[in-house]
């Protein structure tokens, strides 16, 4: 079956870095594009970034362009989220997201932005 497992959250002053991953398994990684997905306290889930299934193409966020930048390894069935200048607005559980139809989520990972 489908699985997407985040890692890399934490805990980071404001202007830090994180490198969050998401290890899939269960279908053939390198036919489908790949989302990342954050949801702060409050607020409902939005998408952060997308990458094209060959890694080709990216799309982002307004508000993170130019700090985040979303990667995959095909061969090792992972995407990646590189935060740059991270800020207290960034705090929120970070979601890896596939679309085949139908949709699947991992279980999230917490990233907190604060001094």
């Known amino acids: 079956q489908v699985q997407l497992v985040e890692s890399g959250g934490g805990l980071v002053q404001p202007g830090g870095s994180l490198r969050l991953s998401c290890a899939a398994s269960g279908f053939r990684f390198s036919s489908y594009a790949m989302s990342w997905y954050r949801q702060a306290p409050g607020k409902g889930r939005e998408l952060v970034a997308r990458?094209?299934?060959?890694?080709?193409?990216?799309n982002y966020a307004d508000s993170v362009k130019g700090r985040f930048t979303i990667s995959r390894d095909n061969a090792k069935n992972t995407v990646y989220l590189q935060m740059n200048n991270l800020k207290p607005e960034d705090t929120a559980v970070y979601y890896c997201?596939?679309?085949?139809?139908?949709?699947?989520w991992g279980q999230g990972t917490q990233v907190t932005v604060s001094s």
């Open positions: 997201n596939l679309v085949m139809p139908p949709v699947y």
């Open positions: 990458i094209t299934r060959a890694g080709d193409s990216t």
